[in-house]
């Protein structure tokens, strides 16, 4: 028999070796499992803290990522609306030469019908004055 002594309060109690043994066994399987469930948790712990460095190193990357996207849309956005200032530029442009060479094209004609309605009136005019030197050279005859 074997004497087992409680740390506690010190009682001595008589076992034989089977129970001695079942005890030890017990114990040393109580400490095996708390110190499995310690290295679980350190393991748990170590995967929690790199999974959390991990997903914040994703986290700053996607965000990098994000505000790239965000100024490149901004540059996008701008060299849209250059583009678009630039278009209706040349737009104006093209219509203030169109309808300047529209005004002079105009201008022109209006011109022309100036010039050939003198002509006409000048031809009238010669014409009259034709009939009339002509009445009175037959007048002059006729007397």
């Keep these: ?15 034989s070796q089977d129970t001695y ?14 110190e499995v469930k310690e290295r679980l948790n350190l393991i748990q712990e170590k995967n929690n803290a790199e999974n959390t460095s991990k997903l914040k190193e994703l986290e700053n990357k996607k965000i990098a990522e994000i505000e790239a996207l965000k100024r490149e849309i901004s540059s996008l956005k701008a060299e849209k609306e250059n583009t678009e200032k ?9 219509l203030s030469k169109a309808k300047a060479e529209e005004e002079k094209t105009t201008a022109k004609y209006k ?20 009939i009339k030197e002509a009445i009175n050279e037959k007048e002059k005859e006729v007397e």
């Design 1 to 15: 028999m074997l004497k087992i002594k409680c740390p506690q309060c010190g009682y001595e109690i008589d076992v």
């Design 111 to 130: 011109e022309e019908i100036v010039r050939l309605n003198n002509e006409i009136n000048i031809s009238k005019l010669q014409s009259e004055a034709n």
């Design 86 to 94: 630039s278009i209706e530029a040349k737009i104006e442009l093209s």
């Design 21 to 34: 043994n079942a005890l030890l066994k017990d114990l040393k399987q109580n400490e095996i499992e708390k």
